[in-house]
């Protein structure tokens, strides 16, 4: 009997799986674009003992399995490889336990961001961890297994960092929990943490509990526009370093607002070239007021200027459309991208080496550089095609690796918040060239046979 009918045995009429080709298809691919083969089924596990079951099966018959979140991943992570089983865990939806007073919450791996706050919102809390643009798709496993951060990392950190424990369906098919209900536990190794990263090559996510925090007593948005791309980077850090409120802040080129704008007229950004910050602050009703006066000191030395909004307008949720726009305008709605981050200290000079590499570009194709810089990470996304104005394919792969070397030699990472996937891998060996070998060794002693989605993160 083949491993398909194996695990309908197995789990029975409680999970749903897909193996007809049209029903599956949408699992061949990600956000990246990259489209891999059919997998030999789909599962969608009804709970963790159906994603137990499907491991034992696909163990036994030395079969790859690839686990899937919302799809939303931008690096190819979830994109099938060959002959495998894909568990679809965003079915995994339910949510076990909500407790204010511990200010935690365990749901199952598929409860997306948008979901779990809209449920804790009435306690005064929310989970700061929210793709910007996916957060009503990205799911709690995928968020953990790419290490997902969004527009709140700079003051709240990553989903990692907000990860309590975890219930995992490990190689070898049976069900482990790593990590606790608490947030100070030093007992024993912090298991839980290497999910962080994984992207389902250690193990499939069933469950996780996940800190909580306080909805800010108050919040207050600053936007403050740039002549230059450089001092809005010089104002990046320092309000990083300086301000504690600072919750979000973001930077967006020139570029970017003018394609924004190409498709988006009405999108409430300046219009006349000039580069923006964005700024969220959380605090109490009287540090919010001390904290926008530091934020404004800081920019005016810097040749920054506050930026009111056309009314009726709202440039945060416009934030959400870059990517969109972006897309739009490339072959087959693929730019090229990559989220390197680097230290907030050499942010700036980051920026600069970017935007000099691109001006000696022939052409000088549209560059677009945004990001969550108050944490370090820079996205740039290179729209692909034969018009005038856009990256060939060849110049736009050798400016992505160029630039990661060039983020790597400041010190910084080849992902800030992605995840490496498929399309990183390289870039991720280089930068852990001194620890690779022991990342491999830890997935080797888990998943002897490495039938967890092989092909990703580690060759
Ligand atoms: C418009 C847009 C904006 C985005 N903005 C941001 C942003 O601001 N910040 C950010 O960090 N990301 C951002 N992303 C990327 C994406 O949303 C995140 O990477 C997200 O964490 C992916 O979650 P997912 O559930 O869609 O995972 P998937 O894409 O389904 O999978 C991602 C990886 O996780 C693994 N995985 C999924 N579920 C499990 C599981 N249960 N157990 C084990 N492994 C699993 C997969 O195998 C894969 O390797 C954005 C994406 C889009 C399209």
Request: charged share 20%.
């Amino acid at each position: 009997m083949g491993v398909v009918e194996n695990i309908v045995r197995a789990v029975g009429p409680r999970a749903v799986v897909l193996t007809d080709p049209a029903a599956q298809a949408g699992m061949r691919s990600d956000q990246s674009g990259i489209v891999g083969p059919l997998p030999l089924c789909t599962v969608r596990p009804g709970d963790a003992e159906d994603v137990r079951l499907v491991v034992s099966v696909c163990r036994d018959d030395g079969v790859p399995i690839v686990a899937r979140g919302g799809g939303t991943g931008l690096e190819g992570g979830c994109v099938p490889v060959l002959d495998c089983v894909v568990i679809d865990t965003s079915s995994l939806d339910a949510i076990l336990r909500i407790s204010p007073e511990d200010r935690l919450a365990t749901v199952g791996a598929g409860v997306t961001a948008e979901r779990l706050n809209s449920l804790v919102a009435e306690h005064g809390l929310f989970f700061p961890v929210a793709p910007a643009g996916a957060a009503e798709s990205a799911t709690m496993g995928g968020m953990v297994s790419t290490n997902a951060r969004g527009m709140h990392a700079v003051k709240y950190g990553s989903a990692g960092d907000n990860l309590l424990a975890a219930t995992v369906v490990m190689a070898d098919g049976t069900l482990a929990r790593f990590g606790h209900d608490v947030f100070h536990s030093s007992s024993g190794l912090r298991m839980a943490a290497l999910l962080a990263g994984a992207e389902g090559i250690l193990g499939v996510i069933t469950e996780v509990t996940v800190r909580l925090h306080p909805l800010p007593e108050a919040r207050k948005s600053i936007l403050l526009e740039f002549d230059n791309l450089e001092d809005a980077a010089d104002v990046c850090a320092l309000i990083a370093a300086y301000v504690p409120d600072a919750a979000a802040i973001e930077i967006v080129s020139a570029p970017t607002i003018s394609v924004l704008l190409s498709a988006f007229p009405d999108a409430g950004f300046p219009p006349a070239g000039e580069s923006l910050v964005m700024i969220e602050l959380h605090g109490g009703p009287e540090s919010i007021g001390c904290a926008a006066d530091t934020v404004l000191d800081i920019a005016a030395d810097h040749d920054g200027r506050p930026f009111v909004p056309p009314r009726g307008t709202d440039p945060w949720a416009d934030r959400h459309r870059f990517t969109r726009a972006i897309s739009a305008m490339s072959c087959e709605g693929r730019p090229c991208r990559f989220d390197a981050a680097v230290p907030l200290t050499r942010l700036t000079e980051y920026i600069r080496c970017l935007e000099q590499a691109a001006a000696s570009v022939p052409g000088r194709p549209t560059t677009c550089i945004f990001g969550h810089a108050g944490a370090g990470i820079v996205h740039v996304l290179l729209p692909i095609g034969d018009k005038p104005g856009l990256w060939g394919t060849a110049a736009a792969a050798a400016f992505r690796l160029a630039s990661t070397k060039t983020a790597l030699s400041l010190g910084g990472t080849a992902s800030g918040e992605h995840g490496i996937g498929l399309s990183s891998i390289g870039p991720c060996a280089a930068e852990n060239a001194g620890s690779i070998h022991w990342m491999r060794a830890v997935r080797l002693a888990l998943d002897p046979q490495e039938i967890m989605n092989p092909g990703k993160v580690l060759l």
